[in-house]
């Protein structure tokens, strides 16, 4: 059966990390949750379980050592891929989650009826940008030029489909390492894409909100606005 997957990568953030899944198991359609909670030592994250002992059927979850968003979301995927095809599950959209932003309720809804009109790649922009209370207009963040801009949104809501994954996979075989471990190494994603002639656009979308932040921060940095 063809099933959703929202994978989100978190590093040691298990408050913003629950949050966000609870944003995904909340959605108007199925869709199942892949969850890889990063440390920067094992330590950190051993008691990270917890965060999910009232299980969902949908919940795939995983812990590691922190590398880089490019290997940690290729092996959150391809665990849940793996665990999918346990169940019988074919995953055929795959929706990148940041674990600090907003997502409503019809988030995935909408971006699987974009990607039914025949994209490999669908993104938007924030319908509002939100800072410690404040709250600022319209914003795609994401793009690092013009052409980039026309096609991709924020990296926060990157929707893609089987055959674009494949081409991640297949273009990091051939990448240095120093290259999809760089911090931003997703914007090499819609490199890849545009490259190998995926077809990727921009969806109208009013469910995603960005969440603006300095750094990893800590639960009390968080809380108290800093």
């Keep these: 059966m063809d099933a959703l997957l929202a994978f989100i990568i978190s ?6 990390l629950r949050h966000a899944v609870l944003q995904m198991l909340s959605q108007t359609v199925p869709v199942d949750v892949a969850v890889f909670a990063a440390g920067d030592s094992i330590q950190a994250i051993t008691d990270l379980p917890a965060l999910f002992r009232a299980r969902d ?6 812990t590691g050592e922190n590398v880089s968003v490019h290997a940690n979301s290729m092996r959150i995927l391809e665990f849940a891929e793996q665990e999918g095809r346990r169940t019988g599950r074919e995953y ?3 929706a990148k989650i940041d674990d600090d932003d907003l997502y409503f309720a019809r988030y ?14 669908s993104s938007c922009a924030a319908a509002r940008v939100i800072n410690n209370g404040t709250q600022a207009g319209i914003a795609n963040l994401g793009s690092f030029s013009a052409l980039d801009e026309a096609r991709f949104g924020m990296p926060p809501t990157f929707v893609f489909d089987a055959r674009a994954l494949r081409v991640v996979r297949d273009r990091a075989k051939r990448a240095e390492s120093t290259y999809l471990n760089a911090p931003a190494c997703d914007r090499y994603w819609r490199e890849w894409w545009l490259e190998d002639g995926m077809e990727a656009r921009l969806r109208d979308s009013d469910q995603f909100w960005y969440h603006v932040h300095g750094g990893n921060m800590s639960t009390g940095h968080f809380y108290q606005g800093g």
């Design 92 to 94: 055929r959209i795959f």
């Design 108 to 121: 995935i809804e909408d971006a699987a009826a974009h990607m039914k009109t025949g994209v490999n790649v």
């Design 57 to 62: 059927s949908r919940l795939i979850t995983m």
């Design 11 to 16: 590093h040691e953030r298990p408050y913003m």
